[in-house]
């Protein structure tokens, strides 16, 4: 059964940092893409980055510059550093296996509790 579980979610300053944390168990973590999305209420879900199995990345145009991607695949790990955080980030963030299709990246699997980052201004 595959399993991606969320951490690392917080209450911070407009300025701060913090660092989000995916941890998969129940599949063959170095071959997916993976992926951070987002969710503020009222709003639509977005994909704001991505990382390839071959290390590639990249990122919503409202992050560019602000947030890093990695991954730890000897630990099945995932990781989003989010830098000089803005009012505006504050949503509901989810880890996610990526499949890319005709109409670009799209998640795989059901969509978990996701880790609560609240931005104050």
């Known amino acids: 059964q595959v399993q991606l579980v969320e951490s690392g979610g917080g209450l911070v300053q407009a300025g701060g940092s913090l660092r989000l944390s995916c941890a998969g168990s129940?599949?063959?973590?170095?071959?997916?893409?993976m992926g951070w999305y987002r969710q503020a209420p009222g709003k639509q879900r977005e994909l704001v980055a991505h990382i390839t199995s071959g290390g590639s990345t990249n990122y919503a145009d409202s992050v560019k510059g602000r947030f890093t991607i990695s991954r730890d695949n000897a630990k099945n790990m995932v990781y989003l550093q989010m830098n000089s955080l803005k009012p505006e980030d504050t949503a509901v963030y989810y880890c996610k296996r990526l499949i890319q299709t005709a109409a670009g990246w799209g998640a795989l699997g059901s969509w978990g509790q996701g880790t609560q980052v609240t931005v104050s201004s």
């Open positions: 129940g599949i063959t973590f170095s071959i997916n893409a």
